[in-house]
């Protein structure tokens, strides 16, 4: 365990269904990041939030919802899939945004049928 | 802007060869440079990393110089071994705006005995 857990591992999901991606640090960071890893595709930052406030969305769909109740919480909310979206979700948290020491979690496969 | 390009996997190599996996950036500003490794079924770890120009970053046997005069910081190891298959990341952040992490494709190295 990194110290960024996150749930679930795996997950399979229609593309009418709803389903939801938890992240979860006690590392005591203040900055948490949602990356999605597709195959041959650089990592992707999707969202950024600091001290619970989204920084950053970079361009990302709206059936993609962030979501940050606290500090050591992120969720991605899932509404209307495409398969396209199937990848590997990864999580991360740093001291705060700018800082450099990153810690990322196993990730959530995701695959949209 | 900022962007890493690395060698295209998949790289498969003798344990106790000569690994070379080669990666350019192009960053704004003065960007620190890491390499981060993804072992199967699980998440990012960071390797080793360099800050400014001519420093070399190092541990577990493998390192990358930065090369300002080259935008490169290609990633050795003198002699892998089968423990050493993973995902090797080459990662940058730009040091200006919000210094977000920004990733290449991945190289996929695989050891065999």
């Known amino acids: 365990e990194t110290g960024v857990t996150q749930t679930p591992r795996h997950l399979v999901m229609g593309m009418t269904n709803k389903k939801s991606l938890k992240c979860e640090q006690h590392?005591?960071?203040?900055?948490m990041y949602w990356y999605k890893q597709s195959a041959k595709k650089p990592l992707e930052l999707m969202f950024v939030?600091?001290?619970?406030?989204?920084?950053e969305n970079n361009s990302v769909p709206s059936r993609f919802s962030p979501e940050c109740p606290n500090s050591s919480h992120l969720f991605l909310h899932l509404h209307t899939l495409q398969p396209e979206d199937s990848a590997l979700y990864l999580c991360?948290?740093?001291?705060?945004?700018?800082?450099?020491?990153?810690?990322f979690g196993s990730g959530t496969r995701l695959t949209v049928v | 802007g900022n962007s890493v390009t690395q060698m295209e996997g998949p790289v498969t190599l003798s344990e106790e060869a000569f690994l070379t996996i080669n990666c350019t950036y192009t960053a704004t500003g003065y960007p620190s440079l890491f390499w981060y490794v993804q072992y199967p079924g699980e998440g990012l770890q960071l390797l080793l990393k360099a800050t400014k120009a001519d420093d070399k970053g190092s541990n577990k046997g493998f390192e990358a110089t930065y090369r300002k005069e080259t935008t490169s910081f290609h990633l050795e190891k003198g002699s892998v071994q089968v423990s050493d298959s993973a995902v090797y990341f080459c990662?940058?952040?730009?040091?200006?705006?919000?210094?977000?992490?920004?990733f290449g494709t991945g190289t996929r190295l695989t050891v065999i005995p």
């Open positions: 991360a948290s740093s001291p705060q945004q700018g800082t450099e020491d990153y810690t």
């Open positions: 939030y600091n001290f619970k406030e989204q920084t």
């Open positions: 590392l005591g960071h203040n900055a």
């Open positions: 990662a940058l952040t730009s040091q200006t705006g919000a210094n977000n992490l920004f």
